[in-house]
């Protein structure tokens, strides 16, 4: 068991390494080996397309009279996997790079063209300057003239680049954000001022007027209009539908003839004002007597009643009522 891992073979004393045959190959036999597409390729048979990279059981052979350098080059038989057509290529040591030969063509070789008129003017560019010196300076001129047009670039985008990095983007996000804001605040606001109602919107309350009517149901219009004023928007509403339901249960307290009917002005006592005038002398007058003259024939002044406005018509027509029995 031991003898299956040793390296060093046994061979006799008598053994002459000359008398061994030798197999005559001829120098172009082919060999079976396992390579992979070094390019993308079509076959011309039918169309179908190799990518680079897939794996071929290849037939390699050695092309005859053909040397670059002493560096033999080798030539590989594929088949193409739809149609089973025979597709040759072979090594192409001056360029590093693999040739085809017939059964398909390459694709995407433009970064191989361009390199190749690259190195074909730049040839032609040194043969030329070999045999005219003017044209050496005319290139050194137009090189220089480029290089100092790409360091003028170059010094424009560190400028530019310069520029933005002062900027500080996070403020701009922060500001145009703000102004949005404020935009839709805005239009918020401006939509909710249209779609309200225009009558539904509190008024500022005016100043109190003194009442001069003659007609004492003129201050259940004064009350109304008063309370109107004073309160909200929802107020007004509520109060409205109170009107309403008392005026569909008992009847409008306007200044109509049932409600005239019912309400009797109060009479003036000339009396009292009599006795009030012959008790300030025509001397100066005393606290408790008023300055200005009375004329007994006249009647007094009408007197103002002024109420509370949380007071109802009920109360009103209750405090009317009272006068007739005096």
Request: net charge neutral; charged share 30%; aromatic share 6%.
């Amino acid at each position: 068991m031991s003898e299956r891992k040793v390296l060093n073979k046994y061979y006799p004393p008598d053994f002459d390494p000359a008398k061994i045959p030798k197999l005559k190959l001829p120098k172009d036999r082919q060999y079976v080996v396992r390579l992979m597409a070094p390019f993308n390729m079509r076959c011309k048979t039918c169309g179908e397309y190799i990518y680079k990279g897939k794996k071929f059981n290849a037939r390699k052979e050695t092309v005859m009279n053909e040397l670059y350098m002493g560096l033999p080059i080798f030539r590989f038989y594929i088949k193409c996997t739809r149609c089973l057509a025979e597709i040759t290529f072979k090594t192409d040591p001056e360029n590093t790079d693999y040739a085809m030969e017939h059964g398909a063509t390459r694709n995407f070789q433009a970064e191989k063209l361009i390199e190749q008129e690259e190195t074909k003017i730049q040839r032609e560019r040194e043969e030329e300057e070999l045999n005219n010196p003017m044209k050496v300076l005319e290139n050194r001129t137009r090189d220089s003239k480029l290089e100092m047009e790409v360091i003028e670039n170059l010094q424009e985008l560190k400028e530019l680049n310069q520029r933005q990095a002062r900027v500080d983007f996070e403020v701009m996000i922060g500001q145009a954000r703000e102004e949005m804001l404020d935009r839709a605040l805005m239009k918020r606001l401006r939509d909710s001022d249209s779609d309200s109602d225009p009558e539904e919107k509190p008024s500022e309350p005016p100043a109190p007027q003194t009442s001069t009517t003659d007609r004492p149901t003129d201050i259940l219009t004064t009350e109304k209009l008063t309370e109107t004023q004073g309160h909200s928007a929802a107020g007004v509403v509520v109060k409205k539908a109170k009107v309403e339901r008392w005026e569909k249960s008992v009847g409008k307290l306007g200044g109509g003839a049932a409600l005239a009917s019912l309400v009797v002005r109060k009479k003036p006592d000339v009396a009292a004002a009599a006795a009030t005038a012959s008790n300030c002398g025509p001397t100066a007058p005393p606290a408790g007597c008023s300055s200005k003259p009375v004329s007994v024939g006249m009647p007094a002044p009408k007197p103002v009643i002024s109420l509370p406005v949380s007071s109802s018509s009920l109360s009103l027509l209750g405090a009317y009522s009272d006068s007739d029995s005096e």
